[in-house]
């Protein structure tokens, strides 16, 4: 009989033990897609050597069982959880719950902007879209290498930092740049409207500025006048070639390009389109809609929730990252000033891979748009000639690595 007892007394406490681990052992999955959620977020502060954006989340719960997450934009992260109760008998329980990381995670304008964050990059996995001409019927499937692209559009404030060191450094600008569109003086020290973007220069400009930027840093120049590639270009003065486009090899119309290093660049047109409509890497924005906007630019409701454009600002322009971010975490793809890239004018290709426009045109590629609601589609494309500055276009940058 009490052999009997003993073993109904050990069934009783190994029920309760395992009701309890169970218990203990299933933490809520946390929901990623609002930083204002339990557990709390804590983004790492990101400088300019800095090329990804890492979200570390911890919980803890109060049993014995301490879940830790770290999670990475666009992966995701597999929380493993183990829990151990200890009597005369022992039981280990494990859950694996799997966690993604939504395109909502930080989906809130930052309203807070500093230098340092102005100069965070954002990795961006590649993969094939379609890319659309929102203007004219024509499209390509274009295969995009993984990159990496400025969350920001250059602001002010960076681009009068970098030049001041050019300028020391054996650079030369044609233009020296304004804080936005309403600024009085060109070059002048920084201000109130720091961060708002760079305007008032030209393609030339911003090319040399990348080479400035990569030098100061201590990164590979892309931009060459010779072939071997030692050389980079530290001039974009007008010349004899303020008002037409120089095709000779090796000029700053028509550089060498080292597209495999470190350094600052300007994107490339299918590089900006690819952030810009980028969802999932399966769904991508439909181009006739802004950056980050769920509706046509015609029909939508929301539009200014994503984008500075005439409807919102005011005849001005505005500091960068003020609006909602598109789902890579990127501000500004639509609205506020044009950006240039990389790519010289032409009608698109066939299907193609790092396709970089054609060897010589007139025109270089201009992005994002301004003023007009109808500029803000992503599949918006304009272009102007390369020694073109005006107070409606800036840039933003790119690496490779």
Known sequence: MKRVLIFLAAAVLVSVLLVSCNKKSSPTSPDVSNEQQSPTTTQTTVNAMTSTVTEIMSATSTSTVTPTMTITETETATEIVSATATSTITITATCTPTVTLTSTAANTPNVTQTAEESRVFVYVDGGTFTQTDSKKPQSFDHTISSFYIGKYQVTYELWYTVRQWALSNGYTFANAGREGEDATFFGSAPSANQFQPVTTINWRDAIVWCNAYSQKYEKTPVYYSDALLTTPIKNSADGS??????????????????????????????????????????????????????????????????????????????????????????????????????????????????????????????????VQVDLMATGLRNASAPYTEYWGCGFRLARTQ
């Open 241 to 370: 070639f303020g008002n037409t486009v120089n095709a000779a090899a090796g000029s700053v119309d028509n550089p060498y390009v080292n597209w495999n290093c470190d350094g600052y660049r300007l994107a490339t047109e299918g590089e900006w389109e690819f952030a810009a409509r980028y969802i999932d890497g399966t769904n991508w924005t439909p181009a006739n809609y802004a950056s980050g906007d769920s509706a046509p630019y015609d029909t939508s409701t929301t539009i200014g929730d994503y984008c500075w454009y005439s409807a919102n600002m005011n005849s001005t322009t505005h500091d960068v990252g003020g609006k909602l971010p598109n789902a890579l975490n990127i501000y500004d793809m639509s609205g506020n000033v044009y950006e240039w890239v990389w790519d010289n004018w032409a009608d698109y290709p066939g299907d193609s891979t790092d396709y970089r426009g054609p060897a010589y045109s007139v025109s270089r590629i201009c992005r994002s748009g301004y």
